[in-house]
């Protein structure tokens, strides 16, 4: 099993741009999210899903959109990208009856100048 | 916010010794987790403890949970150059929550030295 993958790892955007972080798990998990990581701040939650279909906002969802189309695929799309969206951007999964231990994707580095 | 806080921020030990981190959060509780992360890598999970359960052991790891002052500790016994990385705890905000909104602490960077 490959477990969470993201893509890209890197990303350079001009204020403005949009564009989307891809997410894939295969294990089945029907639970996903997506998170932010900036320095000093910890691991905040921008969107989850508990299944195909079904999404909701976390602590900080402004200028992302999130779908859920498919039990493997969660992408996170910037709408117009931001400096304050600069950050490092984790997606997780696990099924639902355990939430808490989630599997975290590698993680994609975003500057946005 | 429900976010924990880790204390302290940083912690430098030398090999063999024994790294104490700890998490204090706001609310009620139905979980807590403890994750690490390695320099430039994502979360791997380490120990989950249930609000009823006060002590969770996992091979060099001892995790406690006090309700009644809402914190939990992490111990590593032991300690190797190989547990360097940050430690975070995570919690949900406990009955009625809404499923899948967990709350992160900034973590403990913990350095262990040969």
């Known amino acids: 099993n490959a477990g969470v993958t993201q893509t890209p790892k890197f990303q350079v955007l001009k204020t403005g741009q949009s564009m989307t972080l891809q997410c894939a798990q295969d294990?089945?998990?029907?639970?996903m999210s997506w998170y932010r990581q900036d320095p000093g701040m910890g691991l905040r939650l921008i969107h989850y899903?508990?299944?195909?279909?079904?999404?909701d906002q976390g602590e900080v969802p402004n200028g992302y959109n999130v779908s859920r189309s498919t039990t493997e695929d969660f992408p996170l799309r910037l709408l117009s990208a931001a400096p304050s969206q600069t950050s490092v951007y984790f997606c997780a999964s696990s099924f639902t009856g355990e939430v808490g231990k989630l599997f975290f994707g590698s993680g994609t580095q975003l500057s946005v100048l | 916010s429900q976010q924990g806080e880790e204390d302290p921020q940083a912690l430098s030990i030398q090999e063999g010794e024994n790294a104490t981190m700890n998490c204090s959060y706001k609310?009620?509780?139905?979980?807590l987790q403890w994750y690490r992360q390695n320099s430039g890598r994502g979360l791997v999970h380490l120990i989950l403890i249930r609000s009823n359960e006060r002590e969770k052991h996992s091979g060099r790891l001892r995790v406690t949970l006090d309700t009644s002052k809402k914190s939990s500790s992490l111990l590593i016994t032991a300690s190797r150059a190989a547990d360097t990385a940050s430690y975070f705890c995570a919690t949900d905000a406990g009955r009625g929550s809404t499923l899948g909104r967990l709350y992160f602490g900034r973590g403990t960077q913990l350095t262990v030295w040969p």
């Open positions: 294990m089945n998990h029907e639970y």
């Open positions: 899903s508990v299944g195909a279909g079904i999404t």
């Open positions: 609310t009620s509780i139905n979980n």
